[in-house]
């Protein structure tokens, strides 16, 4: 067997058998959360409206709420493009470790562990039809579905880290 193809193109060693597949399992899982609730965002569904009303109305931020909706839906679709690409997962996995800080903080700070859900008529009331923490569990499983695309790719995180910093001729 050639070197090669024991090794990847900078020299560390590659996964082999199910480890090679099992390393793609946390990016699949963080991608898939994020997947999973693009749809709200970007459809307006009432009870998503209700939540960006409050992030919005609670933090003084004074935002429409469907512009900072669809802000964050634009950072997690960027987030997503990012953590399934090989070369770019670790910023990704950056990227959506940031992004779940600021829905978990969020969740503490303003709105509540569990969050409100449309009622049968589709709309939102307060103190009714409860999530019972689910968003906020999602938020975490997906943090920490990132960390583990760190450290699943940690010679990645290396090599990175161990990069020269390049500097703009004349600015040093």
Not at 44 to 73: C, H, K, M
Request: proline share 5%; hydrophobic share 50%.
């Amino acid at each position: 067997m050639s070197s090669l193809s024991s090794h990847g193109a900078a020299g560390a060693p590659k996964p082999a058998g199910i480890a090679k597949y099992a390393i793609w399992l946390p990016q699949l899982v963080a991608a898939g959360i994020i997947g999973l609730t693009l749809p709200f965002k970007l459809g307006g569904a009432p009870e998503t409206v209700w939540l960006f009303n409050e992030i919005s109305t609670q933090s003084g931020l004074g935002v429409d709420e469907a512009l900072l909706r669809y802000f964050t839906a634009a950072n997690e679709i960027l987030a997503i493009i990012l953590i399934l690409i090989p070369r770019t997962s670790i910023f990704g996995a950056l990227h959506v470790m940031a992004l779940m800080s600021g829905a978990l903080v969020t969740h503490l700070a303003l709105i509540g562990i569990q969050v409100p859900g449309p009622n049968k008529d589709g709309v939102v009331v307060t103190g009714q039809e409860l999530d019972g923490g689910t968003l906020f569990v999602m938020g975490l499983v997906t943090f920490a579905a990132a960390v583990a695309v760190l450290i699943t790719r940690r010679s990645q995180v290396k090599r990175f880290a161990s990069a020269p910093v390049c500097y703009i001729k004349g600015t040093a």
